[in-house]
């Protein structure tokens, strides 16, 4: 199984100001994405990463408000912009498994509090 | 994606087995059934999945029926450690879009 690290685990922000979340993964990944999970609610998928080319986005996310790079096969960071307490959330980093293709697996997740 | 059907709580002795039920009565042929789980405040892991034949791991195992509508998660033999939220979902093989209903929240008492 992947070993994926995210940091930071814990922010706390103030309004207006950005936060960038890094993801690091033991194991070269084709694809990694970026989901996000508010208090008491379900997973949300806010974008998939690729190495070489721009992260997809799914409806409702944009890449001002959310960039992402992907510099390496290990590697990739999504950056929250110019915060609201809206995007008060955890932040979660998944890659598919390196071994068997079927499982996915998630970092510790950012939780992210905006004042 | 099918929708899941899960019970909202379930409460279970330490050291005896834990059987989670799902139904999934509208899954198509193509889909997987995975199941998931979550500690407070941390991400989700990974627990076992499976197409149509039962499978077994370290951790769980995982029955499905003869007709795919519903499964079982079998933790053979809970332990505190294994309080969590378990989530139940259907998905396409190549499809990432993760969407977690609202899971059985499973309490291990001593």
């Known amino acids: 199984s992947a070993v994926i690290s995210q940091k930071p685990s814990r922010d706390i922000c103030q309004r207006g100001t950005s936060l960038t979340i890094q993801c690091q993964v033991d194991?070269?990944?084709?694809?990694m994405f970026w989901y996000r999970q508010q208090p008491g609610q379900s997973l949300t998928l806010i974008a998939t990463?690729?190495?070489?080319?721009?992260?997809?986005?799914e409806s409702g996310f944009v890449i001002d408000k959310f960039p992402i790079s992907r510099p390496n096969l290990t590697f990739s960071t999504l950056t929250v912009s110019n915060m609201s307490p809206e995007d008060s959330s955890i932040y979660l980093c998944?890659?598919?498994?390196?071994?068997?293709?079927?499982?996915?697996?998630f970092g510790s997740g950012t939780q992210l509090s905006v004042l | 994606d099918a929708k899941t059907t899960q019970p909202t709580s379930m409460d279970c002795a330490e050291g005896r087995a834990a059987n989670l039920p799902c139904n999934h009565s509208?899954?198509?042929?193509?889909?997987?059934v995975y199941w998931y789980r979550q500690i407070h405040s941390q991400g989700p892991q990974y627990i076992i999945h499976?197409?149509?034949n039962n499978e077994t791991n370290e951790m769980a195992s995982l029955i499905i029926t003869e007709d795919r509508k519903s499964s079982t998660l079998i933790l053979p033999h809970a332990t505190l450690r294994d309080t969590a939220v378990y989530y139940c979902?259907?998905?396409?093989?190549?499809?990432?879009?993760?969407?977690f209903g609202a899971g059985t929240t499973v309490t291990v008492r001593a």
């Open positions: 998944s890659v598919e498994g390196t071994e068997e293709n079927e499982k996915l697996f």
């Open positions: 990463a690729n190495q070489g080319s721009e992260a997809t986005y």
């Open positions: 979902i259907v998905i396409l093989f190549n499809d990432y879009k993760l969407s």
């Open positions: 509208t899954i198509s042929g193509n889909e997987y």
């Open positions: 194991s070269q990944v084709t694809m």
């Open positions: 499976g197409l149509k």
